[in-house]
């Protein structure tokens, strides 16, 4: 049973796996967070609200790639990656 990863590793391991798709799902709920919000102010115009969706979204992508990085660099760091595609290097003779 010390193989068993726990949720938190294994969320890590498919975010790690899953860079884009993570960042895109963010920006997608970012959005339609931020649409919610703002179309609730009924004193705002409706170019206005969208302005502020889109900033909230920058905002959140920006959040996301710099997350996606740090998860790459400590993957980088700890060897992990070099492990993940040993296997599709050739050895060398």
Partial sequence: MADAKTK???FREWV????LRTV???WISGVAGSFAYN???PNMKPSVKI???RLHAQALTLAALAGAALVEY???????????YAK???PKD
């Fill in 8 to 10: 938190v590793e294994s």
């Fill in 16 to 19: 790690v796996d899953h860079k």
């Fill in 24 to 26: 895109g799902c963010l």
């Fill in 39 to 41: 179309w609730s102010k």
């Fill in 51 to 53: 302005i502020h969706a």
């Fill in 74 to 84: 400590f993957d980088h760091k700890s060897g992990a990656k070099a492990e993940q």
């Fill in 88 to 90: 599709f290097v050739p």
